[in-house]
């Protein structure tokens, strides 16, 4: 667990008190961090919430939040991390540890907006609330010896960390989302609804189907052809549904919501 080096000095600070900071304070304080965390956001209403639900330090000063910090993480939206860095940048405080959560947005721009700052991009899925998360991380050439170590201790409290080259964030972002996994449950359901099933039954079904069939490859170690084997006999119900929806195209419109949230972050990157 991170110490304090100094008076005010130990913190965590989030700059925006949004949704990723929500579950990643909670994410942290369920792992039994107890380490000081100083959230920032001019909405009185977030700051009241996390203080409530995670014991954070809350602020409306970003002078106070920033000189407090160890890491600074941003966490505000992609078109709004221009102007953040902008205030940051207009303060009289040392160059700090700097954490980027904005989709989309490459190191070159946040090295521009914000010089002498040690950046690192880091893009943990909102499941940190659990603790279950899959964060990707990646390091900008100016980070000193010791940052890597305590960025990845950071991240890896609430979950899993995978390091990937910065040129395969936009992808990486476009295909962890667990938005995947809740919107694959919801549209089962609905057409499982239409098909027959009350709703109720319908979404068990569904979320059986998704939740418990991938938590059976994770833990039986199987790999995924061996268990589409074993779930789909042929000429069984199962591969005559995996047949018609791979010829309906579900392949092609995988792609399609890929590429668009690809290009969504590459959108994000010219703001």
């Known amino acids: ?3 304090s080096t100094g008076k005010h000095r130990g913190a ?3 700059l925006g008190g949004g949704r990723i900071t929500s579950a990643l304070c909670a994410g942290l304080r369920l792992a039994g961090d107890r380490r000081e965390i100083v959230v920032y956001d001019r909405n009185p209403e977030k700051l009241r919430e996390l203080r409530r639900e995670s014991g ?9 939040a920033v000189e407090r910090a160890s890491m600074l993480v941003l966490a505000v939206r992609p078109a709004s991390v221009s102007e953040m860095l902008g205030q940051v940048r207009g303060l009289n405080v040392a160059p700090k540890l700097c954490v980027s959560l904005a989709a989309g947005v490459p190191l070159k721009n946040l090295r521009a907006a914000l010089p002498g700052a040690r950046w690192v991009r880091a893009m943990p899925s909102p499941v940190c609330r659990m603790a279950q998360a899959l964060t990707s991380v990646c390091f900008d050439r100016g980070v000193r010896k010791g940052d890597p170590a305590r960025v990845l201790e950071f991240f890896r409290r609430v979950g899993k960390i995978v390091e990937i080259p910065e040129r395969q964030f936009d992808a990486f972002t476009a295909v962890f989302s667990s938005s995947h996994g809740y919107h694959a449950v919801r549209t089962l359901a609905e057409q499982a609804r239409r098909a027959g099933l009350d709703g109720e039954t319908a979404l ?15 833990d039986s170690g199987a790999s995924l052809n061996e268990l589409l084997h074993e779930a789909a006999t042929p000429g069984g119900t199962a591969a005559a549904t995996m047949a018609a929806m791979d010829r309906a195209g579900y392949a092609r419109v995988v792609a399609k919501g890929l590429a668009a949230g690809i290009g969504q972050a590459r959108r994000n990157a010219k703001r």
């Open 1 to 3: 667990m991170a110490t």
């Open 12 to 14: 965590v600070v989030f």
């Open 56 to 64: 954070v330090k809350a602020v409306d000063d970003l002078e106070s």
């Open 204 to 218: 068990t079904a569904a979320a059986h189907a998704l939740g418990d069939g991938i938590q059976y490859w994770r």
